[in-house]
């Protein structure tokens, strides 16, 4: 199966491998060192290779950072992993430091008095950097590039992954790679700029209409390309990912060079060249400056004509969304039978949840390791089981599965929570309340020009009236076949980006009792244009069309708390339900899908 459960954290070897990275420093003359979690295209997501900060400390979070210092080790942690933390690294070596209330930069100044922080300018934004130094101006500690001081102390450093890359076709992805790169060419020559430099792993396969297997669970390819003007792409990238058909789908205008050529033919070129200072390492900006070119700032030209996916995509992914439900529907269906007799495991419902995807024959891989977290695991936002965490299906407990699927016509990401026996009428309101936020961006209106931040709270309020949140964004962008993180776009309170038709986002706020229990739902949505109301004005609005479709867990729902709009919303939701994945399901699957559908 894709999934593992072997332990990838463990808490006693972080000691020892803090003391090797200290004497390094000292022999560089370096008093401190930014570890983060990021490799040098700048994805989400990053290979064994690239696990630094894993193998330092013991965290596995996809997000977070140390800064390690003479006498103190800082682990920065944003709200998701304040309770994983604790249990994967070694408390007596590593500071938790919650992040981003806690600047890196105030931090700095507060635990160090003086001396030089290097940073890898390979793994580090020309965003990042420049925050960082402008919080360090006036104190006695300066930042300084220098080479990978945990590389120089990792023995067994996994070597660099060399996945095959392969088509991507035309007709799911809407458009030809010819046709994408002459649109953005066009676009660089009325900005007055001759290249741009294409550095994040998805935005690299949506140009080029081709997937890699570099990166777990994300079908992407590392690699960098100069995006010229005139449309030409030099793609720097390993010769023997790519195999005669692929070579042959890149055509004439694409020309493959190998990754140590990057920095010499970034000297040729002629400026402006754009470099995006978000998502773009900044060892970019420096070899260019270095060679005299200029460089213009930008964003990634990818970043959003990718993520406002085409008629095609739309369809495709809707496919893929049918297919994954089904799926789902089944699981849940043989859920509901097993485990009131005892004998599950969250391992055993993982596997099951696996097996059933794999039955539809279209499973390319999971878009991410399985979250299943029964009682207290479900607190843990990003749980991992592994065998030894392996907690047993109890009754009166939450079971909450949070999922995804990779299809060649798309990527899925879904999470139901639901009853084990009787959780209780606590677990009962806290669930009707998480219930009400996803209702509530489901049936949102919106005027263009509205973006994530104005939106996230629409998930909070119900959860906000209890003295409730979530300490996460109420949605992330997903990519076609592709990232299931996806950006520019998200529901989040720190989103400026405008929400436009084509988007796929989740909807997923949650509510998570450390101990106790966590709950979240979410389903995908894609923004659409909205129908004209009647006595409306003309104003241009927006809204959000739902792709995946599976029950709710009707069992958990307190009726009387919803208001008629809200129960309106899910009886017509699971009508849909009913109709669209009934006719792709077993028999006994059916029966169940029609007791889970009952209008409310």
């Known amino acids: 199966m894709f999934q593992s459960f072997e332990a990838t954290s463990d808490t006693s070897t972080g000691p020892a491998r803090l003391a090797a990275l200290r004497a390094a420093l000292a022999a560089e003359g370096l008093a401190g060192f930014l570890v983060p979690r990021a490799d040098a295209h700048q994805g989400e997501y990053v290979a064994a290779r690239d696990e630094r900060l894993q193998w330092l400390t013991g965290f596995t979070g996809s997000a977070g950072f140390c800064i ?59 965003d990042e950097i420049a925050k960082l130094e402008t919080a360090l101006a006036g104190s006695g500690v300066t930042l300084r ?82 995006l010229h003007d005139d449309a030409r792409v030099t793609l720097f990238a390993e010769s023997a990912k790519f195999d005669a058909a692929t070579r042959a789908h890149l055509g004439p205008h694409v020309t493959l060079r190998p990754p140590l050529a990057l920095v010499p033919a970034l ?130 407990e939450l079971l909450l599965v949070d999922s995804g699927a990779q299809y060649i016509d798309g990527t899925t990401d879904i999470t139901r929570t639901v009853a084990v026996g009787d959780p209780g009428d606590e677990a009962r309101a806290c669930y009707t309340r998480v219930l009400q936020g996803m209702v509530a961006i489901s049936r949102a209106r919106f005027p263009r020009g509205v973006a994530g931040c104005h939106i996230d709270a629409l998930a909070r309020y119900p959860l906000w009236l209890a003295g409730m949140d979530f300490d996460h964004g109420t949605g992330h962008g997903v990519g076609a076949f592709l990232s299931v993180h996806e950006g520019p776009q998200r529901l989040s309170r720190v989103s400026d980006v405008p929400l436009d038709p084509g988007m796929i986002l989740s909807n997923e706020p949650g509510y998570y009792r450390e101990g106790a229990f966590g709950i979240r739902l979410e389903n995908l949505i894609v923004v659409a244009q909205a129908p004209a109301l009647p006595g409306g004005d003309s104003r241009d609005q927006l ?58």
Request: proline letters at 8%.
């Open 68 to 126: 390690v210092l003479p006498d103190l080790a800082g682990v920065f942690i944003d709200g998701r992993y304040r309770v994983q933390v604790k249990g994967q690294v070694d408390l007596w070596h590593f500071t938790p430091v919650p992040w981003p209330e806690t600047k890196p930069g105030d931090w700095i100044r507060a635990h160090l008095a003086e001396g030089v922080v290097g940073f890898d300018p390979w793994l580090h934004t020309g």
């Open 543 to 600: 809204c959000f069309e739902t792709l995946t479709f599976v029950p709710l867990d009707r069992r958990l729902i307190l009726t009387d708390e919803l208001a008629r709009g809200e129960r309106a919303w899910l009886d017509a939701y699971h009508a849909e339900v009913l109709a669209r994945i009934g006719p792709r399901v077993s028999a006994p699957a059916l029966d169940w899908l029609r007791a889970a559908c009952v209008p409310l």
């Open 267 to 396: 000297h040729t070129l002629t400026g402006p060249v754009r470099v995006d200072a978000t998502t773009a390492p900044v060892a970019l900006r420096m070899e260019l400056e270095e060679a005299g070119v200029v460089v213009a700032a930008g964003d990634d030209p990818c970043r959003l004509p990718k993520a406002r996916k085409t008629p095609a995509e739309i369809a495709a992914t809707r496919e893929a969304h049918l297919r994954d439900g089904a799926a789902m529907v089944e699981f849940l269906c043989w859920l509901d039978a097993e485990a009131p007799k005892g004998g599950l495991t969250e391992i055993s419902v993982v596997r099951a949840l696996e097996g059933f995807r794999r039955a539809t024959n279209a499973l390319h891989d999971i878009s991410f390791d399985t979250i299943c977290g029964v009682g207290p695991h479900g607190a843990i936002m990003h749980y991992r089981v592994t065998e030894q965490s392996n907690r047993p299906v109890r009754a009166g």
């Open 145 to 226: 590039a220098s080479a990978n001081m945990v590389d120089r102390v990792w023995p067994d450093q996994p070597a660099p992954p060399m996945g095959r890359a392969f088509v991507h076709p035309e007709e799911l992805a809407g458009a030809s790679s010819h046709d994408k790169r002459a649109a953005l060419a066009e676009g660089l020559r009325k900005a007055g700029q001759r290249a741009a430099v294409i550095t994040l792993p998805d935005s690299l396969c949506w140009l080029l209409n081709i997937r890699g297997a570099d990166v777990p669970r994300n079908p992407v390819l590392h690699g960098f390309a100069v």
